[in-house]
C-alpha cells in the first residue's frame, strides 16, 4: 500500500532562523529519537507539517532532556542523563541533513537504491521455458448465449477466437454491454474504454485474418487495476489528490498485454492507494453479494472477474490485494514470484513487496496471462530473467503437499474437505509446522516504505483528502510510520531474511503448501520472502454481509451463500506447480463454473 543546511527555507532559499531549528528539533525527537523512518526521512513529519510553516516555532521552548525522556517512551529506550544531553549536542547536524533531504522532490517512481531479491546466495533453481501447452480441445464449439461467453474461461475464449467461432469484436460487444448493465451495482470499473477496446478488438481480427496471431490472448478483453499507467487515460490510483491524473507512457505491463493481442476494457477500481475496496468514488462491491464491498486492494478486478464483466484483468499485491478479493469474490488469483512481473509504470507503495499478477476464472488461465506479462525490464530494478513454462497436461503425481493439520482443525468444514480431497490424489501428504515466531514484525516495514511513497501527502496535509480515515488507513499509518526508529526498520530486515531462511529450508522438499485463506501467517510469511501463491474457489458457504474499511454494519444482515477459497503456495518460480495442483483440485471440487445471480440483485436492489 510510496530538511534543510543551517536549515534553508524551501521557498525563499535562504537560512532559517535558530528558533526554527529548535523547534524542528523538538518535533524530530518526538518523532524517533533522531534516528526515523528508513534512517533519513526521520521525524515527527505529520507534525512539522501541520505546525512547521514559515516562521514557526518562534515561541516554542528550547528542546531539554525532558522532551528526550518522553521520547524515549515511545520508542521503548531509557538513556540516562549524560546521554540525553550527548544527543541534544549532537543532533543539529542529522536535522540539517534531514532537512535537505525533505527539500529534494522525489517522484513516485524513483526507487530505493536497495533492491530486494528473493534469491538467497548460493540457491539454485531449475531453468524453464517452452513457455505454456495448452490441454482444450480444438473443436469446442462457441456458444449462442451472450453470458455463456461472458463467463468462458480465457482458454476457451481463445480457441473460439482462433477458430473463427466468434471474433473478438463479439466477445468484446459482449463484455461492454455486461459493464454498463451492473457497473451502477458493482461500482468496478473507474474508467471504460469503450472505442479504445473496439478499436484493439477489431485490429485483433484483421490480424488474425492476416495470419497473424500474436498467441493465446490475441483478441481476448481484460481489465486493468487503476493503479497501472494507461497512456493518455486516466489512472487515479483511487484516491481524491490523484482522481485527475493522466499518465504519459503506458505501463510495461500494458505493452506486454498489447503485444499479446490483448484488448483493453478498461481500468478497474482499487481502494485508495492500494489499500482495501473504497475509493473515491464509492465502494466496489462484491458480486455474490453487492451489499458488501469486494475486498481489495485488487478490488474492480475480482469483482469484474467474478461477474463476468472481463475474460480476465490484472490485480497488484502487496499484503493480500490479490488474494483478499479474490477470496471474497471466488476469482482465481496468481501472486507471481516477487520479480517476475516487471512493475514499470504502477504505483509503487512498498518496493520491496509489490506484485504484479492474474485474476481469472481457471487455473489454467492465470498460466496464459502469467505467459505474456513474465519477463524483465529495465525500468524495475528488482525485475528478474527467469523462463515460465507449464504443460495443462502435467500430472501431480508424487507431488509432496505440505499442511499444517491444526490450520484445518480450525477452518471452515470446506477447508477439511479440500484437504480430503487433497488426501484423493496421488500425492504425498506432508505435516508441517512452521516456527512460532512474531511475523506480524514485519509489518512495519510496508508502512515505512509506504510513508515514504507517499510522504508528500503527509508533509502537504494532503492525506486528510483520503475518503478512508480509520486508525488502521493509509493516513494514519503514514503518520505513525514516522515515529519508527531507523534501527527497529533495519531490525525488521534483519528478520525478514531469517523469515526468507526459513522458508527456503520448508519449501527444499515440498513442491507446494495447500492452507485454509489466510491460516498460519502465510500471508505476511509469503509476501515477504517473495513467494508465489495461488487462491481459487472451493466451495460455497452462507453467511451475513461481511463488514470491512469502514463500511457500516447492516442492522439485519441477510444470510447469503458466496464463495469459499483454499490456497496453494509455491517455491519461487515454481508457479507451474501450483497450477498443476490447483488444476487438479479444480477438476474435483467441481465449483469453478458457478455464478453470481447479477440480475436478481439488481431487481433486489433497484440498480
Not at 453470458?147 to 476457451?156: M, W
Request: aromatic share 6%; net charge negative.
Amino acid at each position: 500500500m510510496a530538511i534543510k543546511d543551517k536549515p534553508v527555507n524551501k521557498q525563499t532559499g535562504k537560512a532559517q532562523p535558530e528558533d526554527t531549528i529548535s523547534h524542528s528539533r523538538r518535533t524530530l525527537l518526538l518523532g524517533g529519537a533522531a534516528i526515523g523512518l528508513a534512517g533519513a526521512s526521520v521525524g515527527a513529519s505529520a507534525v512539522m507539517a501541520r505546525e512547521a510553516g514559515p516562521g514557526a516555532g518562534k515561541n516554542t521552548p528550547p528542546l531539554d532532556q525532558g522532551v528526550v525522556a518522553q521520547c524515549e517512551k515511545m520508542l521503548d529506550l531509557a538513556f540516562d542523563d549524560d546521554e540525553r544531553a550527548q544527543i541534544l549536542a549532537t543532533l543539529d547536524d542529522q536535522l540539517e541533513g534531514i532537512r535537505a533531504l525533505r527539500g529534494v522532490a522525489f517522484d513516485n517512481a524513483d526507487a530505493p537504491a536497495l533492491v530486494f531479491d528473493p534469491r538467497l546466495p548460493g540457491s539454485q533453481f531449475a531453468p524453464q521455458s517452452g513457455g505454456v501447452t495448452h490441454a482444450i480441445a480444438r473443436n469446442a464449439a462457441a456458444p449462442g448465449s451472450a453470458e455463456d461467453v461472458a463467463y468462458a474461461p480465457v482458454t476457451l475464449l481463445s480457441r473460439w477466437i482462433e477458430s473463427g467461432e466468434i471474433t473478438s469484436r463479439e466477445i468484446t460487444e459482449i463484455y461492454l454491454e455486461r459493464i454498463a448493465r451492473y457497473r451502477p451495482m458493482l461500482e468496478n470499473f473507474v474508467t471504460v474504454t469503450d472505442d479504445l477496446a473496439l478499436e484493439q478488438a477489431t485490429r485483433a481480427d484483421q490480424l488474425l485474418a492476416d495470419g497473424q496471431r500474436r498467441g493465446p490472448l490475441h483478441g481476448i478483453p481484460y481489465g486493468l487495476k487503476d493503479i497501472i499507467d494507461t497512456k493518455n487515460i486516466p489512472t487515479t490510483w483511487g484516491a481524491t489528490p490523484f482522481a485527475d491524473r493522466v499518465a504519459k507512457n503506458d505501463a510495461t505491463i500494458v505493452k506486454m498485454l498489447e503485444n499479446a493481442g490483448a484488448v483493453l476494457l478498461g481500468k478497474t477500481t482499487n481502494g485508495a492507494i492500494a489499500y482495501g475496496d473504497i475509493w473515491f468514488g464509492g465502494v466496489t462491491r462484491n458480486p455474490w453479494n453487492p451489499r458488501e464491498g469486494s475486498s481489495g486492494s485488487s478490488a474492480g478486478s475480482a469483482s469484474a472477474t467474478a461477474a463476468g464483466l472481463c475474460g480476465f484483468s490484472i490485480g497488484t499485491e502487496t499484503l493480500g490485494s490479490i488474494v483478499s478479493p479474490s477470496a471474497r469474490c471466488g476469482t482465481t488469483g496468481l501472486r507471481p514470484t516477487f520479480g517476475r512481473v516487471p512493475r514499470t509504470g504502477a504505483m509503487a507503495l512498498c518496493w520491496s513487496l509489490d506484485k504484479l499478477g492474474p485474476i481469472c476464472r481457471t487455473a489454467a488461465d492465470t498460466a496464459l496471462v502469467l505467459e505474456a506479462i513474465n519477463g524483465p525490464d529495465q525500468g524495475d530494478p528488482s525485475a528478474l530473467q527467469h523462463g515460465f513454462q507449464w504443460d495443462a497436461a502435467a500430472k501431480v503425481d508424487g507431488f509432496r503437499v505440505g499442511y499444517d493439520p491444526a490450520w484445518f482443525q480450525n477452518g471452515h468444514d470446506i477447508d477439511r474437505k479440500v484437504l480430503d480431497v487433497a488426501r484423493s490424489l496421488p500425492v504425498e501428504m506432508v505435516e508441517i509446522a512452521l516456527p512460532d515466531w512474531p511475523y506480524q514484525t514485519l509489518l512495519p516495514q510496508l508502512e515505512a516504505e509506504a510513508a515514504a511513497a507517499f510522504q508528500e501527502l503527509t508533509l502537504g496535509n494532503r492525506d486528510d483528502e483520503l475518503v478512508w480515515q480509520a486508525d488502521e488507513a493509509w493516513p494514519n499509518s503514514w503518520r505513525r510510520a514516522h515515529f519508527l526508529s531507523a534501527v527497529d526498520l533495519i531490525q525488521v530486515d534483519r528478520f525478514r531474511r531469517r523469515v526468507m531462511a526459513m522458508m527456503a529450508e520448508r519449501f527444499a522438499d515440498l513442491d507446494v503448501i495447500l492452507s485454509p485463506n489466510f491460516a498460519g501467517g502465510l500471508l505476511i510469511i509469503t509476501n515477504y520472502t517473495g513467494h508465489p501463491c495461488l487462491t481459487m474457489r472451493a466451495g460455497f458457504t452462507d453467511m451475513p454481509t461481511r463488514t470491512a474499511f469502514g463500511l457500516p454494519k447492516p442492522d439485519n444482515p441477510e444470510i447469503v451463500s458466496v464463495p469459499h477459497n483454499i490456497t496453494l503456495w509455491g517455491p519461487l518460480f515454481e508457479e507451474r506447480k501450483l497450477l498443476t495442483m490447483g488444476a487438479a483440485l479444480e477438476q474435483k471440487l467441481g465449483v469453478s463454473e458457478a455464478r453470481p445471480p447479477l440480475d436478481q440483485w439488481r431487481h433486489k436492489l433497484g440498480k
